[in-house]
């Protein structure tokens, strides 16, 4: 995805996020069929698109999608499915709070995006707009990724969809 590095403002946004040493680490861990990394940053910039068209708070949006999958373990770590379940869903939008928390200085949205993306697999309820948008774009585009080992015709409904809802929107 290189359209992000042409939006100079979406740059100016994360800038200090990307540049950190830790947060680079996510380059290197697989996420569906991308990297976190990938993953982290298409969630972001779809989600600032969004939140600017819907004239929201698109900053909180682009620090909090990139942040919202920030930590390092990776999930093939566990030993058993349960556990690898337990955190995906209940674990790593902690652990990516903590991480963010430790090296950035957070907005009381973008700690809300960050918790609370896995909903409705997880509890925590988003509180604002920009937290629904992140959680949304992030369960369409995870879906999307995890659909290209089944081809490419999943992934084309679902950026359909994509473009069929920022249409609504515009």
């Known amino acids: 995805m290189t359209k992000y590095t042409k939006d100079e ?23 569906h069929n ?16 969004i939140a600017k068209s819907l004239k929201l708070d698109y900053k909180d949006v682009a620090r ?8 390092i373990e990776e999930i093939s770590d566990c030993d058993k ?12 939008p902690n652990n990516a709070l903590q991480n963010a928390s430790n090296y950035f200085e957070l907005s009381e949205k973008e700690e809300n995006i960050i918790k609370s993306h896995m909903f409705p697999v997880d509890y925590k309820i988003p509180k604002y707009a920009e937290s629904w948008i992140v959680s949304l774009v992030d369960k369409v585009l995870s879906v999307g990724e995890v659909s290209k080992k089944f081809g490419y015709k999943l992934t084309y409904i679902l950026n359909l969809y994509l473009l069929f809802i920022l249409n609504i929107i515009k």
């Open 9 to 31: 403002e979406y740059l100016l946004i994360i800038n200090n996020i990307l540049k950190n040493e830790e947060f680079k680490k996510m380059a290197n861990i697989k996420h």
């Open 34 to 49: 991308t990297t976190r990394l990938d993953h982290s940053l298409k969630v972001s910039y779809y989600s600032y698109i």
């Open 64 to 71: 909090g999608g990139l942040l919202h999958d920030f930590y």
């Open 81 to 92: 499915i349960k556990d690898k379940i337990a955190l995906f869903t209940i674990k790593h």
